[in-house]
């Protein structure tokens, strides 16, 4: 099996090239097949599921940006999306629903955001900026609850489905195939931008900011650029969210949503837009799993009263036990598979090679 | 205005309660315990526990849920944080969340999500007083104000005083070291917890007999972490006034404000405590390094 090889490169294509073997190539047009022949196998059910795993991987990969690449942490990654809903809402109470608006006009919003917090963020650390970051998101609820209250009607505001000309984005289909470009799209930035300058200047920040330091990065601008990305991209996915689900509220987006996310890149494994997705198809997916475990398992009746708390501690017990027991993730898993594999019946590869 | 000094004051006592767990445990394991609010509804629940089960009991109910909520919090360090030793702090932290998200799951299995009040199947009341000067309050404000003076006092003395409370401090201070002394970290970093424990049982269970018991109390968790931090982190005396300054901001601002100012004033002491005086009030300067 021919697995990418690393060493020899003889170009600087080739170097460059995100997908290098036959394999890997081959793999890969079968997805991008899969995906596009889809709605015609899939029931609708299925696809809304995919819907919102492309969506979630959206903000789960603006997440790992400042989390996984930058080392950054933060709790208010839900008032970042809350905060690009609500620029939609606001352009839609001002009759101005056209997504080409809302779109920009929330990473624009999400990346002055990503200013105001990444400054202050440059004094402070760990867990200060946690606090920091979840004080924020309290903040921006505020404002967005204030802009509810005085506009919207009481419990939220309607966005109409996004329109291009005469075209509307409208039913299962067009969302999942929209969605799911998106969500490749930001996947393919991402990968990029953690190979791109800033990405290595991110992750050297990452492991040591003394040391990155010392070799010369200029980690104020640096960690700031990574706020500005992260939550640009976060606040393109809450304007995203707002037309998919036709409606805001600023219930939707409490401290659980923030948890949610962080949860999404443990599990997929910290550092990786591969582990991001993965995290957030596990995350998303895990309540309808449970829900058609009980539903095979024939439970008697009564029993949907217990299932929002065994959901919501099954979320919470894998969190602790990825966070315990597999702190690389899904994705540190599937690297010791493929290892396994490509390397039997030897046990470690000759030289260290990132992957 | 003496009836805004006395909210003000009655709603610091049990802001100052949750802080305290948060702080001891951060002394101890440099760990910000996410779960505190939960460890209190959890408290409050084992009052109810113990209401339903030995009707018209207080002392004993009180008794029970204080022991087993210091057991709880004995047992979740000694299950879920003792294996994070060694990982990085955030993850510690993220297992706190984990912890709150399962409490809360629990707590809904076993009790639903109605709402409770386990005063009257104590036998007891809850009558307004009227204060001197015009202030009126119910008597489980007076009460949640004395058990908070109550247990600073007691935790002063014992950190202070007794030979156990000492060692307590050596260990936050430099576990290495007070290994080296001899003295069992593990069994300290346990009794944080436990303690922990201790004081978010009592803010849990004043709560629930002066307003309501229901599983998402565990908010009121957040809003204490801006005492703490006001107060400084590490810093056991500064989450007094910490308490102080952050429940009157909030008083002041739901009477001549808005309303919904409520839910993040706290958050906006907070934040402008992070950008001028990052290590609190009262706490220590530690590495926060500038770039």
């Known amino acids: ?355 | 205005m003496t009836q805004v000094l006395a909210t003000t004051v009655v709603v610091a006592s049990l802001y100052a309660l949750l802080a305290a767990g948060y702080v001891l445990v951060y002394r101890a394991t440099r760990v910000l315990n996410l779960a505190q609010g939960d460890m209190m509804t959890l408290g409050g629940y084992f009052l109810f526990l113990g209401a339903t089960s030995v009707p018209g009991a207080p002392a004993l109910s009180v008794a029970a849920a204080i022991v087993l909520s210091a057991l709880a919090g004995f047992v979740i360090y000694r299950v879920l944080l003792r294996p994070m030793a060694g990982h990085p702090i955030f993850a510690a932290v993220l297992v706190t969340v984990t912890l709150g998200i399962l409490l809360r799951a629990a707590i809904v299995l076993v009790y639903t999500d109605r709402i409770r009040h386990p005063l009257p199947l104590l036998g007891l009341a809850n009558p307004p007083r009227r204060l001197p000067g015009g202030a009126v309050v119910s008597t489980f404000d007076l009460l949640t104000v004395g058990v908070a003076a109550l247990l600073f006092v007691a935790l002063f003395a014992f950190l202070r005083l007794s030979p156990l409370g000492i060692q307590m401090r050596a260990a936050g201070e430099k576990a290495l070291l007070a290994a080296q002394r001899g003295i069992n970290f593990q069994l300290l970093f346990a009794l944080s917890w436990a303690l922990a424990g201790f004081a978010g049982a009592l803010a849990g269970m004043l709560y629930a007999s002066n307003v309501r018991l229901d599983p998402s109390l565990g908010v009121l968790g957040l809003k204490a972490f801006a005492v703490a931090l006001v107060g400084g982190l590490d810093s056991l005396g500064g989450v007094i006034p910490g308490a102080l300054i952050v429940a009157a901001v909030e008083v002041l601002s739901v009477r001549y404000g808005d309303p919904l100012l409520a839910d993040v004033s706290p958050f906006l002491c907070l934040l402008a405590m992070l950008l001028v005086r990052p290590w609190g009030l009262f706490g220590t300067k530690e590495e926060l390094e500038r770039v």
């Open chain 1, 1 to 355: 099996m021919a697995l990418g090889g690393g060493y020899f490169k003889t170009t600087y294509d080739g170097d460059l090239a995100l997908v290098d073997t036959r394999l890997r190539r081959v793999t890969l047009a079968a997805l991008v097949v899969l995906l596009l022949v889809l709605p015609r196998l899939a029931s609708p059910f299925a696809l809304d599921l995919v819907t919102q795993v492309a969506l979630a991987a959206v903000g789960a990969l603006a997440l790992n940006i400042l989390t996984g690449f930058a080392g950054q942490v933060s709790l208010g990654h839900a008032g970042f999306i809350a905060a690009g809903a609500f620029t939609t809402a606001v352009l839609v109470e001002h009759r101005l629903p056209s997504p080409l608006l809302a779109l920009p006009g929330a990473a624009l919003v999400g990346a002055a955001l990503g200013v105001v917090v990444g400054i202050p963020a440059l004094r402070l650390k760990g867990l200060y900026l946690a606090l920091g970051t979840l004080a924020l998101h309290h903040v921006v609820l505020y404002v967005c609850g204030e802009f509810q209250n005085h506009w919207g009607a009481n419990t939220g505001v309607s966005i109409p489905p996004p329109r291009l000309g005469a075209w509307v984005l409208k039913g299962t289909t067009a969302w999942y195939y929209a969605l799911t470009a998106v969500a490749a799209i930001v996947l393919i930035l991402s990968v990029n931008l953690q190979r791109s300058r800033a990405g290595r200047a991110w992750m050297a920040i990452r492991d040591r900011e003394i040391a990155a330091e010392s070799v010369g990065i200029d980690v104020a601008r640096y960690k700031v650029l990574a706020f500005v990305w992260s939550s640009a991209l976060t606040a393109v996915a809450g304007a995203l969210f707002a037309y998919q689900r036709a409606f805001v509220s600023v219930e939707a987006f409490g401290f659980f949503l923030a948890i949610e996310y962080i949860a999404m890149i443990i599990i997929g494994g910290l550092g990786s837009s591969l582990g991001a997705v993965l995290g957030a198809a596990f995350v998303t997916l895990l309540p309808y799993g449970i829900d058609a475990a009980v539903a095979g398992l024939r439970v008697p009746g009564g029993a949907e009263y217990y299932l929002f708390p065994v959901k919501f501690g099954a979320f919470g017990l894998l969190m602790a036990v990825f966070l315990v027991f597999e702190p690389q993730g899904l994705v540190g898993i599937w690297r010791r598979i493929r290892n396994w594999f490509s390397l039997w019946p030897l046990r470690y590869r000759p030289l260290r090679r990132a992957s």
